[in-house]
């Protein structure tokens, strides 16, 4: 979309932290988009200037390899130094508060904080309590506003609109951070979305903010042109939700003659880390005709370049 | 007045009491510690009194009592020690309180009671009864002691934040009680259906991505507990009652005859689950705050006296558990300062009458208790407070007695002021520059 007219310029958000979707007006998740755009089509250009001399601190509470590195990544293109903490319970462990380890890192004045956290709301309790710009890269089943940008992103590039499209958003709903801010995030582009979900994994209330929930797959996705498959989030279950991850498999797995039911077009998402041959089958996941989940990822790093440089323009 | 010689004598207030349906300028006479004499207008001239109060046409109620009350000594003293809890319930209006079992160690037996009772004597100020607990430990395993308890004091027996889930269990300890004649206190919230609860289920919770409690945890373990009332034929009482359900429920119960009561908090009558987009763990309680549905049921409740009591559901928590994302916070709040102002937004709003509030807060949690205070009557335990209902003030927790800060209250405009406390006729508390 940008490989024609003039270069978009850093977007610029009205909140100097990024916590959410929700929270974002519609014309600063375009420019976001229109910037990171550019960043993807523009993969060896140096952007190093951007950042220089500004300090990024990635803090994960949970385990995560592709988007800590998408982070980092990103930031070193922009000429940030980086630098990880993962607090995989140690500090946690010992009984210190979040808190706590704010003011701690805050002395060390980091200019953006990207953090990762268990418990719904933490990025916004950080952001209370530290100097530096704080993004979320994923609070609990709350917010991850970064994937649905990137989502938002390669479909857009890809289809080339996202408003009217119809996205079946399928799987583990009640437990997904992705699926919120993708509700929010591609509902507010004008897309045409519904869950597929079994019912014990449909949050309550969800049937109540108007988008359409199925339970049965095939229904589901129906005519669709993006089918976004969910991770099934063992981790945060409590063991209840489904019989077996056997019977999970065949009833809401997508497989090919499940996908059969999309559109003869239709285009597979899914946020990573997959559960080959829980929630999608091996086959559809390998299709580099049908699949953009590397194209996904790749799009990771260009929209967290664009966040990354939005919130660096509100520093001091 | 037989003895023409008062300890105390208070004209000029407006003696207002629901359970003596008084309501009217007048005097108060106090002598050894009860009340011995009040009538309207002015007292006989031949009336002699050690301490003489002009009431300034204030209201002169009986005081507070509050029956739903965690204090946070012993065990966790650093957080609020019995003297805060005691000054700052004076403070409130508070002139008797019922403590929850919930210590270190528990009061789950006749020597904690003791123990607690003795130190709230000899700090003087409201008087402190004790609510022992269910089970030993408050584990839900095996009864507590509560006979050795009972006769120690215990005017109840409680839970802590947990229902008892056995309910052969239940039955038994509602069985036993009844014969000890002492109501059940319980927490009604299926365990299983709460236990990682964060908030109110709904679309507010599903938004913010925290964990749902459904209302149906609170009304299957009452449903449940009622069943068990009939059969035994125990007295129960339903703890800060929540939800719309519950309240339906109690309503059937008291129809049909069974002995139950119940009581609610300024939470749960002021506030509902929208106050808790934006984190803000102030806003973190147990049972959580529900839907507006249920927070005008429980209203109704108030109203039409299926809920008989208003209790603060005083809770002292360390705040270092609530600089936590918020479902990872302690749940729970100060709230025995701000009872009674909290509790006249129903009256001012003109949702429930002065009366009934009143009640709430008087005789209704006395006679739960099985106690002789709550009325302004002649013979009665003179526990009075003396309150300027007229005057706004804004909440704020730095103000607070209690070291205890954390409110879903905070700047919260309110009206209604204790100019002073006295229990037996003894002055409690009076406001900074009150006469």
């Known amino acids: 979309m940008t490989k024609t007219g003039s270069t978009p310029t850093a977007a610029t958000l009205s909140d100097r932290h990024l916590l959410g979707i929700q929270g974002l007006a519609v014309a600063e998740i375009t420019a976001l988009l229109e910037r990171a755009s550019y960043f993807a089509d523009h993969p060896r250009q140096s952007f190093a200037d951007i950042l220089s001399g500004r300090t990024i601190v990635n803090l994960f509470f949970e385990n995560s390899t592709r988007t800590r590195v998408s982070f980092e990544i990103a930031a070193k293109r922009l000429g940030a130094a980086t630098l990880n903490i993962a607090v995989s319970g140690s500090s946690v462990k010992k009984g210190e508060t979040l808190i706590d380890t704010a003011t701690t890192l805050n002395a060390m004045h980091p200019d953006i904080l990207v953090i990762r956290h268990f418990a719904s709301g933490a990025p916004l309790l950080l952001s209370q309590h530290i100097q530096a710009a704080v993004i979320n890269a994923g609070d609990g089943r709350h917010e991850h506003p970064t994937q649905a940008l990137l989502d938002a992103l390669t479909i857009q590039r890809e289809l080339g ?48 903010m108007g988008v359409p929930v199925y339970h049965n797959l095939e229904d589901g996705i129906s005519g669709c042109d993006i089918v976004m498959m969910l991770r099934l989030q063992t981790e945060r279950m409590e063991g209840q939700e489904t019989p077996s991850q056997h019977e999970y498999h065949k009833l809401f797995g997508l497989n090919q003659q499940s996908l059969n039911r999309a559109a003869p077009h239709a285009l597979i998402m899914h946020p990573g880390p997959m559960n080959r041959g829980v929630e999608i089958d091996s086959a559809i996941a390998d299709d580099h005709e049908k699949s953009l989940i590397q194209r996904q990822v790749e799009m990771g790093v260009a929209v967290r370049m664009a966040c990354l440089e939005a919130l660096a323009e509100g520093l001091a | 007045m037989a003895s023409k010689q008062a300890d105390l004598l208070i004209t000029n207030a407006r003696l207002f009491c629901p359970a003596s349906q008084l309501d009217g300028l007048g005097w108060l006479a106090v002598a050894e510690g009860r009340i011995a004499g009040l009538g309207s207008g002015q007292p006989d001239k031949g009336l002699k009194a050690g301490r003489l109060v002009d009431g300034g046409g204030k209201l002169l109620l009986p005081g507070l009592v509050d029956m739903r009350v965690q204090a946070s000594d012993p065990g966790a003293e650093h957080l609020e020690s019995l003297e805060a809890l005691l000054r700052a319930a004076a403070a409130g209006g508070v002139t008797s309180l019922a403590t929850l079992p919930a210590t270190l160690p528990v009061i789950d037996n006749s020597a904690m009671i003791d123990s607690i009772s003795l130190r709230a004597s000899r700090l ?67 365990p299983a259906l709460s236990a990682e609860g964060e908030m109110h289920e709904g679309e507010t919770a599903t938004r913010l991505g925290l964990i749902g409690i459904p209302a149906a945890a609170e009304t299957i373990i009452l449903e449940r507990d009622l069943a068990l009332v009939r059969l035994t034929g125990a007295t129960y009482h339903a703890g800060h009652v929540s939800t719309a359900g519950s309240v339906a429920a109690l309503r059937r119960a008291k129809q049909e005859g069974l002995k139950v009561t119940a009581d609610t908090a300024p939470p749960w009558f002021l506030l509902n689950e929208m ?85 709430c807060l008087t005789a209704g949690p006395a006679a739960i208790l099985g106690l002789e205070i709550g009325q302004l009557a002649l013979g009665k335990p003179a526990d009075m407070i003396l309150l300027d209902s007229e005057t706004g003030w804004v909440i704020r927790s730095a103000d607070f007695i209690t070291p205890s800060l954390s409110t879903p ?3 919260q405009p309110v009206q209604g002021r204790v100019l002073a406390s006295w229990v037996g006729g003894a002055q409690i508390f009076a406001m900074e520059n009150w006469q």
């Open chain 1, 161 to 208: 609109r996202i408003a009217g499209l119809k996205v079946a958003i399928c799987g583990d709903v009640a437990n997904s951070r992705v699926a919120r801010s993708n509700l929010w995030l591609l509902g507010a582009l004008g897309a045409d979305l519904r869950f597929v979900s079994p019912a014990t994994l449909t949050p309550p209330g969800l049937a109540d």
């Open chain 2, 124 to 190: 003087g100020g409201p008087r402190l009864f004790c609510l022992g607990a269910l089970t030993q430990g408050l584990e839900g395993q095996r009864m507590a002691e509560l006979g050795m308890m009972a006769k120690a004091g215990a005017r109840g027996f409680a839970s802590h934040l947990t229902s008892v889930a056995d309910s052969q269990l239940m039955r038994r300890i509602l069985t036993y009680a009844a014969m000890l004649e002492r109501p059940v206190i319980h927490h009604c919230a299926d």
């Open chain 2, 275 to 359: 106050a808790v987009p934006g984190f803000d763990t102030a806003f973190r309680l147990d049972p959580p705050l529900r839907s507006e549905a249920d927070r005008l049921a429980v209203i109704d409740g108030l109203a039409d006296g299926t809920i008989d009591a208003i209790a603060s559901d005083h809770r002292a928590i360390n705040p270092d558990h609530k600089k936590q994302p918020f479902g990872m916070a302690s749940p729970g709040a100060a709230g025995i300062e701000t009872l009674l102002p909290l509790s006249l937004a129903l009256v001012s709003g003109g949702a429930v009458s002065l009366e009934r509030v009143v009640q």
């Open chain 2, 409 to 411: 209250f905070e700047g």
